[in-house]
């Protein structure tokens, strides 16, 4: 569809990526025509508002959700072609975490077994082998194993519940980790340690990331490149800093001017764009932003803008991009 | 000066719970002007919410209250039930965090709007309807008509949050609380509703208490701050004197710890370590020693009083304040 400057070999290739749900008769066109590529190595950092398609893409890259059309390549096959034990066997080199840690362990289950039992289901026999992975990924994550091994989840508070489920997403090595809205549920102070826990498992475990988040500063604090979603497209795609400093999309604008500063040197900027996104079942023609933007004309209503080129490395899907 | 609208006198909070009394709000005092904005800050479990609740006398039944809330010259705490429920959605108007929680899904958005209207300021249902058209319009409802027919799931969390404010605006309150009234909402809808919130407030010329657990929220939109933890106010201060100069080392660390837009990426951030106290056990020191990184031995031993030094109106609970050096009387 289009040419991003395509980082060599990239460890995930998506290509021209369609899921919808079927809502009584009506469809979800929740992810519409998206391509995008992960290098080894790199963390690519998703943004967009709830309800852009965001989550929705990260399941359909692990196929938890299947596309209606398109591709996904990880590590040169194609995972949309997959079934069955394939799949199962290629699920054990990527992992995911949730937003809200705590619904994401079984309360009834103690620590070491949660984090055990992908080992379990990757077919690892040898207990004390399981046991000695359990033990290392939990001391990886800053938990003491001897202790936590044995309690069960509502013993923890929410920051230690998604170390919890990092160490559980790190025990079978993968490569790759979508990460959804990970620290969102998270208090400020707790916040901040979770993000240095990422990059740091990154760095020791050699793991290629998707960062899924709403927060701009947060996905810019981890990200390599970043690429912003708006009702089911990709707006703009680009290296964290350059995107930041210059945004190329009016959305990525609208989104970085609404962000509140902790500075009150910085005035708030009155009433930025107005307006709501419009729903998903019926998207508008032509750009999908155009309703809410401050630039558009007729052609954006009629056209469909693909991901261009307006700076090396950054892409952005308008018409009339900002200089 | 005039009296102040609202003084939180030495207001504790405790709970019942099967571990012990939880001292959720620990000898507070505050105080807001008419036409004020006040932001209180802190992390979840600081107290903020039950602080509030505690000015709206809206407490869980056991819970057990102590000190004052002395609200337009009457302490609230004392008011007989009925004069209470006057006061509040009147002169005394909240809006939640959770639009959806807040609104009733089985009434039409007119009714709970004319509810309100009529119950408080004895207007015939016509007016009332008149004046709930002209709020939603104030609020940004397009249609407003419309709407009025609609229930609460027919609209955006964003629109949700609109007509609870309509509702919460619709007396013409001295006081507005809002808990954490954007935390549900987008970026760009929560860019929105603040602006709103804060034209409503000049436009009024009410009283506002924003509680938030982001800094960002108050910086550009609040007079002064109150920062909580572990159930007391530990640094007070006007914004900007605040921003310039933290004097209390929680305060400047949450700062530290919130991701920078003008960061480089893969930063490191100034992460505070190990979690607020346990409630229910409080700590004889400061609730902050433990993770501070300034704690010395004098932090674990004693609590430290709110206190001010160079500026009569910066308030800080620290034996060991940052920044106090420097630039003293400037």
Known sequence: ?323 | MSAPLLTIADVTVELPTPRGNLRAVDHVDLSLEAGRTLGIVGESGCGKTMLSRAVLQLLPKKAKLTGRVMFDGQDLVRLAPESLRRLRGRDLAVVFQDPMTSLNPVLTIGTQLMETIQEHLELDAPEARKRSIELLAAVGIPAPEQRLGQYPHQCSGGMRQRIAIAIALSCEPKLLIADEPTTALDVTIQAQILDLLAREQRRRHMAMIIITHDLGVVAGRADEVAVMYAGRVVERAPTSALFKRMHMPYTEALLAAIPKLDAAPHTPLPAISGRPPDPTRPLRGCPFAPRCRYATGRCHEAKPALTSAEMPDHLYACFHPIQMAEGVGA
């Open chain 1, 1 to 323: 569809m289009m040419q991003l400057a395509v980082p060599e070999a990239p460890l995930l290739n998506v290509d021209n990526l369609v899921v919808e749900y079927g809502l009584g008769n009506k469809t979800v066109h929740a992810v519409s025509g998206v391509s995008f590529q992960v290098a080894r190595g790199e963390t690519l950092g998703l943004v967009g508002e709830s309800g852009c398609g965001k989550s929705t893409l990260g399941r359909a890259v692990l196929q938890l959700r299947r596309a209606k059309s398109g591709r996904v390549l990880f590590d040169g096959e194609d995972l949309t072609a997959m079934e069955g034990e394939a799949l199962r066997r290629m699920r054990r080199r990527v992992q995911l975490i949730f937003q809200d840690p705590i619904a994401s362990l079984n309360p009834r289950r103690r620590i070491g077994d949660i984090v055990a039992e992908p080992l379990i289901i990757a077919g690892v026999k040898d207990a004390a082998e399981r046991k000695r992975r359990v033990h290392e990924v939990l001391s990886a994550v800053g938990l003491d194993p001897d202790l936590v091994a044995g309690r069960l989840p509502h013993e923890f508070s929410g920051g230690q519940c998604q170390r919890i489920c990092i160490a559980r997403s790190l025990v079978l090595n993968p490569e790759f980790i979508v990460c959804d809205e990970p620290v969102s549920a998270l208090d400020v102070s707790i916040r901040a340690q979770i993000l240095n826990l990422l990059e740091e498992m990154k760095a020791r475990f050699g793991l290629t990331l998707l960062f899924i988040a709403h927060d701009l500063a947060v996905v810019k604090a981890v990200s390599d490149r970043v690429a912003v979603m708006y009702l089911g497209r990709l707006c703009e795609v680009g290296p964290s800093e350059q995107l930041f400093a210059r945004p190329a999309h009016p959305y990525t604008e609208l989104l970085l001017q609404a962000i509140p500063v902790p500075d009150p040197d910085v005035r708030p900027a009155e009433s930025v764009a107005g307006g709501e996104p419009p729903s998903p079942i019926a998207p508008p023609s032509g750009c999908r932003f155009r309703t809410r933007c401050p630039r558009a004309d007729q052609r954006c209503s009629e056209e469909i803008p693909e991901l261009r080129q307006v700076a090396p490395g950054q892409f952005a899907a308008c018409h009339h991009p900002l200089a």
